[in-house]
């Protein structure tokens, strides 16, 4: 299969690890990755922000990117913005689109999938052959969740990982308090949020706590390193994509 790899805002800038460890583990699935590199962002940041028609060009883009007959899925490590191009594309492109945005937008979405749910559902793969002998807790976050409803597939996954020792995050569904801008317009709320989760992600003793998505693993990374918890952060593809010979660098450090 020839899978378009979608990087992400977040990935390309500042966590590009969660990036080139999905490459790595679809190609060692057998799969064809490929990069478009006129590709950019998805445009949910302007959507969530109450901007519908500035991201027209940006969801342009990514359906001319994307929509190439010979990409047979389009797969990122985020289930926010795989829930931005499965639910707001086709939005912004009925209301400010033209014929051919509104086509273009149909034909990748029915080829976008979360990472988690690809594994799953499209190839029916749970046992990806990682290792990774650390106790890890899972976020559910909020929109692979919600909009995407993956459910017990990122948990299915790391369940079947060599060694691991996987512990159930009490109140596993609250939300993180990240939410985009929310955290920077509702400041004391996303704070008091992320002090819940952090003080649930304690109570299981992780060495590390995962997700399908950077941006809630920054904001509770972010307050675990502040706290000096000892608890790290990786996002859920750091940890499939890990082998006994060729390790993520938590395990190779304890080596």
């Known amino acids: 299969m020839r899978i378009g790899l979608f990087?992400?805002?977040?990935?390309?800038?500042?966590?590009?690890?969660?990036?080139?460890?999905?490459?790595?583990?679809?190609?060692?699935l057998g799969h064809d990755v490929v990069f478009p590199p006129g590709q950019t962002c998805c445009g949910q940041m302007h959507v969530n922000t109450g901007?519908?028609?500035?991201?027209?060009?940006?969801?342009?883009?990514?359906?001319?990117?994307?929509?190439?007959?010979?990409?047979?899925?389009?797969?990122?490590?985020?289930?926010?913005?795989a829930g931005s191009v499965r639910h707001q594309?086709?939005?912004?492109?009925?209301?400010?689109?033209?014929?051919?945005?509104?086509?273009?937008?149909?034909?990748?979405?029915?080829?976008?999938?979360?990472?988690?749910?690809?594994?799953?559902?499209?190839?029916?793969?749970?046992?990806?052959?990682?290792?990774?002998?650390?106790?890890?807790?899972?976020?559910?976050?909020?929109?692979?969740?919600?909009?995407?409803?993956?459910?017990?597939?990122?948990?299915?996954?790391?369940?079947a990982v060599d060694s691991i020792d996987l512990v159930e995050l009490p109140e596993a569904d609250a939300c993180c308090g990240f939410g985009g801008t929310f955290a920077v317009k509702n400041a004391d709320t996303s704070t008091a949020m992320l002090q819940d989760k952090m003080r649930n992600v304690a109570t299981t003793g992780a060495a590390v706590c995962t997700a399908g998505d950077s941006s809630c693993l920054m904001h509770i990374g972010g307050g675990l390193s502040r706290i000096k918890s000892g608890t790290r952060t990786l996002h859920l593809a750091q940890i499939l994509s890990s082998t006994r010979t060729a390790p993520h660098v938590l395990t190779e450090a304890a080596r």
């Open 7 to 28: 990087a992400t805002c977040l990935g390309d800038t500042l966590f590009p690890e969660a990036v080139k460890s999905t490459a790595v583990l679809l190609a060692r």
């Open 89 to 159: 594309h086709e939005i912004i492109a009925e209301r400010y689109g033209d014929a051919a945005l509104r086509s273009g937008v149909a034909t990748v979405k029915a080829k976008t999938y979360e990472l988690s749910e690809f594994l799953v559902d499209v190839l029916d793969a749970t046992d990806v052959g990682a290792y990774f002998p650390h106790r890890v807790t899972y976020h559910p976050t909020c929109h692979s969740l919600r909009m995407l409803r993956v459910g017990e597939k990122p948990l299915r996954l790391l369940r």
């Open 51 to 81: 901007y519908q028609r500035e991201p027209v060009p940006l969801v342009r883009n990514f359906a001319e990117q994307f929509g190439d007959a010979s990409i047979d899925a389009v797969v990122m490590p985020s289930g926010s913005c």
